[in-house]
Nanobody, 121 residues
Framework: VQLQASGGGLVQAGGSLRLSCAAS????????MGWFRQAPGKEREFVAA???????NYADSEKGRFTISRDNAKNTVYLQMNSLKPEDTAVYYC????????????????WGQGTQVTVSS
């Protein structure tokens, strides 16, 4: 599975962005998927995850602001980010694995290349 993340950019605080993660090489339909982020000087952290059936999990700091979704027909997972804050600035990575628990913990074999999100104050 190859994952291609896109949609990052520069946005002002309070703005929105939608990240996409397109998969190739294998259908995503049976894969739980997730988004992680890594800010400069910090460890990578979990953002959100979605099961193959559409059940979702979020980090506490993102609940109510971020929404993860998937379109299995397009082999794509999305992360809609609203009410962005400067502390959301990071490189965002998508991930896939056969097991949702492993996705939530970042113990995955398949990573996208990352897309930069910068939120200005």
């Amino acid at each position: 599975v190859q994952l291609q993340a896109s949609g990052g950019g520069l946005v002002q605080a309070g703005g929105s962005l939608r990240l996409s993660c397109a998969a190739s090489g294998r259908t995503l339909i049976s894969f739980p998927m997730g988004w992680f982020r890594q800010a400069p000087g910090k460890e990578r952290e979990f953002v959100a995850a979605i099961s193959w059936s559409g059940s979702t999990n979020y980090a506490d700091s993102e609940k109510g602001r971020f929404t993860i979704s998937r379109d299995n027909a397009k082999n794509t997972v999305y992360l809609q980010m609203n009410s962005l804050k400067p502390e959301d600035t990071a490189v965002y990575y998508c991930a896939a694995e056969f097991d949702l628990v492993r996705v939530r913990t970042g113990d995955v074999n398949f990573w996208g290349q990352g897309t930069q999100v910068t939120v200005s104050s």
